[in-house]
């Protein structure tokens, strides 16, 4: 009993127990294989997600090691994806500058918050919450995200510069002025060499890997060609008309903003606690005095006799109440002055972007930066065209930094991060909390897929919950190092179980090789090519991208092909914002299914050729004019009790000489007090009207107990309730039929619609 306690707490004694060296090659040989992916991919997602491209490595580290120690599967890869990167991203730009300190210690606290939730889950054994994501739901997301995110690499993979607007259509219309002004080819053509290298291993040499082999094969082609080819000059060597202002008028504009920011914060600080003071005090304004005044207990007194005033105490609410609407005025006057600011930015940074500059010597030997389009290629310095790089903040007019090259990696700090706790920021938290759901659900809904689609190929038994623990702890540990919000991998998964993996250990080597990567390897990262990454999360995220699944949605069920497809709409229209997209869809899932409930099948049976009582519609069957039979499915419930109740009147008032009304109730397995009360006032109903009403079928646990604790039971009578339809028409057929009707009715011989042979029934004398 012990023993099997310890392995709750503690998985990984279950598989440790019996291992040996042999499994310790194989898992080792997986780990590494699935390191040489993990290093540069996981520094693309890092990007992806805004933060500095190494903080992907220190995503890698420590999760995959808990993950796989604490979870129930042996081979799920746990560490950066794309979408949970996407989504890390979205949440935290309403809140700080991508790549920003605030940003990064915003992206490790959601980590925490992530964790959290789902080792929350897991302890309560809640993993089945998941389930509120349907299939069609993250069908459309999913083929939306992909989108997004393939798309938001295209400036990268092209060498161009492009603000993130609020909407991402309007993203990719300034893309596409950025792509008409200015492409780097040499750029472009790193990437496209890359997906080359990997598409080409991946079809011809699938054990090799590929993605390793084009971060190589890239990263020494860049060091040899001098692929970054940067330059800081000063503003006065700018010889173009307008740039000085124009920059002068970018950094006031940013200084504003950054200052009605500051504005804008201390203002929704003093709205959520004059809106807390106001309710505090309205509720204790008879009992707390303590902070009414302090001079002095006369003052005290005097204090306490005005608040116990009626009306000095509804003109108090009434000024706090005012305060409050004060201050809500007042912030959404701040976001409009500072959305303004920031598209006059945005506009700004776009000119100076679009500049091509080239170099001549002025008279001292010195060198000038002039408009391309405005000097001779004879008269240049150089050939190299030079862009302006221009980043989110204010620009030095003292160190202006020219790009004429590729943009890579570059310093890529060396060491192990740093290890403490997030910083909690309560006021950071409320508004991280919903994305901190959507992540953590989202990241667990892959990482479980995953999970069970590898399992059914080793037969080995998987626990959502103790997943939950597993993925859970991965990241509320993986915090403490500086790591952002991770899940299980589709892609690595796959290449840990063709690798030969066999336990989890081998994600502890994966966690050991990333170790051993930041140590002592990253000076080889250092040029390493931005496109090439761009290039592996668009290859990545290909195989997210899938017509058909909408298309299958859609011939299985016409309303969960309309559900993703309003999700995928939504989720683009709204990106990106894209937790609009996943709430919508669960609100229609949600709806559809309520609906459904609400309106569950109801259909009258007669004898079909099969030997089964079924539906008389759908197989055309001619019905017995004496013998009703009804069968309910769905569970009988406040929602659906008036439906039953309308479409039984409805079958029974049409039949004119019916004297019996069977429900089959095999499909009922739950009844609430609404749905009891219901059916004995239709069952006392019918007895009224001159009915004998039996029912078959009922389940006794969920069903038949309620009945008979409510007392139903004995309005409808304990000889009127037996446990088969064909039971009940054994006992209730010769009540109205003589012997002789047998094969003319339809309850005993098949009949159809189109049957000319006459039914034969005939009420007994």
């Not at 080792?28 to 190494?54: D, E, F, K, N, R």
């Not at 080792?119 to 919450?129: C, P």
């Not at 008279?363 to 150089?382: F, I, K, S, T, W």
């Not at 059916?679 to 029912?695: S, W």
């Amino acid at each position: 009993m012990a023993s099997s306690r310890l392995i709750r707490v503690f998985p990984f004694l279950d598989w440790l127990a019996d291992y040996d060296l042999h499994k310790l090659k194989s898992d080792l040989v997986a780990g590494i294989t699935v390191a040489l992916v993990l290093v540069p991919q996981s520094m693309a997602y890092a990007q992806l997600a805004g933060l500095p491209a190494y903080y992907g490595l220190y995503a890698s580290f420590l999760p995959p090691m808990v993950a796989a120690l604490f979870g129930s599967s042996h081979r799920l890869a746990t560490g950066p994806v794309a979408v949970v990167s996407i989504m890390t991203a979205t949440a935290l730009e309403p809140l700080a500058t991508a790549g920003s300190a605030e940003f990064i210690g915003y992206a490790v606290l959601l980590a925490f918050l992530v964790g959290l939730f789902q080792f929350a889950l897991g302890i309560l054994k809640l993993g089945l919450v998941v389930n509120l994501l349907s299939h069609p739901v993250i069908v459309g997301f999913t083929n939306a995200a992909a989108l997004i995110i393939g798309s938001s690499q295209i400036a990268r993979l092209l060498g161009i510069q492009v603000d993130s607007a609020d909407h991402w259509l309007e993203t990719m219309v300034r893309l596409g002025r950025a792509a008409f002004a200015y492409i780097h080819w040499p750029s472009l053509g790193m990437g496209l060499l890359a997906m080359v290298v990997m598409i080409v291993l991946k079809k011809w040499r699938p054990r090799v890997p590929n993605v390793l082999v084009a971060v190589v094969v890239t990263t020494l082609l860049s060091w040899m060609m001098g692929f970054e080819n940067n330059r800081i000059v000063q503003l006065d060597q700018l010889q173009v008309q307008g740039v000085p202002d124009l920059i002068s008028n970018l950094n006031s504009t940013i200084d504003h903003i950054n200052q009605t920011g500051a504005v804008r914060n201390q203002v929704t600080r003093r709205h959520h606690a004059d809106k807390g003071h106001g309710v505090n005090r309205d509720k204790t304004t008879k009992q707390d005095t303590s902070g009414l005044c302090g001079r002095c207990h006369q003052h005290k007194e005097m204090d306490i006799v005005r608040l116990q005033d009626p009306a000095f105490r509804r003109s108090t609410i009434r000024m706090q109440k005012e305060n409050v609407l004060e201050l809500h005025f007042m912030a959404g006057v701040l976001d409009q002055y500072i959305a303004g600011s920031k598209k006059k930015a945005e506009e700004m940074r776009r000119r100076l972007r679009s500049l091509q500059l080239v170099a001549v010597k002025d008279g001292h030997g010195g060198l000038q930066y002039r408009p391309a389009a405005e000097v001779p290629v004879d008269a240049r310095a150089e050939a190299t065209v030079w862009r302006m790089r221009i980043g989110r903040g204010p620009i030095d007019g003292g160190k202006i930094q020219l790009a004429g090259g590729g943009e890579i990696i570059g310093a890529v700090p060396r060491g192990l991060p740093r290890f403490s706790l997030p910083r909690f920021d309560w006021q950071v938290i409320s508004r991280l909390l919903s994305a901190a759901v959507i992540i953590s659900l989202l990241g667990f809904m892959e990482a479980i897929s995953i999970a069970k689609a590898i399992a059914t190929r080793t037969g080995r038994k998987i626990d959502p919950n103790q997943e939950l623990i597993g993925q859970g702890l991965a990241n509320m540990v993986g915090s403490c190092s500086s790591s952002y919000p991770v899940s299980g991998s589709f892609s690595r998964s796959a290449v840990n179980y063709q690798a030969g993996a066999r336990t989890a250990m081998a994600s502890v080597c994966t966690s050991l090789m990333v170790l051993l990567a930041i140590l002592f390897l990253t000076p080889l990262l250092y040029y390493l090519p931005q496109p090439v990454l761009a290039a592996i999360i668009i290859l990545a995220v290909v195989n997210l991208f899938s017509v058909r699944e909408i298309a299958h949605a859609w011939r299985i069920r016409k309303s969960d092909g309309v559900i993703s497809v309003l999700t995928f709409l939504t989720t683009l229209g709204f990106a990106p914002h894209l937790d609009k997209g996943i709430f919508l869809g669960v609100g229609l899932s949600v709806a559809v299914f309520f609906y459904c409930k609400m309106k569950p099948m109801l259909a009258e049976l007669s004898l079909c050729e099969d030997g089964h009582y079924r539906n008389v519609d759908h197989f055309h069957l001619r019905q017995c004019p004496y013998i009703v039979i009804i069968r309910f499915d769905g569970p009988l419930f406040f929602a659906n009790i008036s439906y039953l109740e309308k479409e039984a009147t409805k079958v029974i008032t049409q039949r004119e000489r019916a004297k019996i009304i069977i429900f089959k109730c095999n499909g009922i397995n739950y009844i609430d007090a609404t749905g009891e009360t219901a059916l004995n006032l239709l069952v006392q109903r019918l007895q009224a009207g001159g009915y004998q009403v039996y029912f078959s079928g009922l389940k006794v646990v969920q069903v038949l107990n309620v009945l008979r604790a409510s007392g139903t039971l004995e309005v409808i009578g304990e000889d009127h309730v037996l446990p088969t339809l064909v039971q009940t028409l054994d006992v209730v057929w010769p009540l109205v039929h003589r012997p002789e009707d047998t094969a003319h009715c339809p309850l005993k011989t098949v009949m159809y619609q189109k049957d000319e042979r006459e039914p034969g029934c005939r009420q007994m004398a």
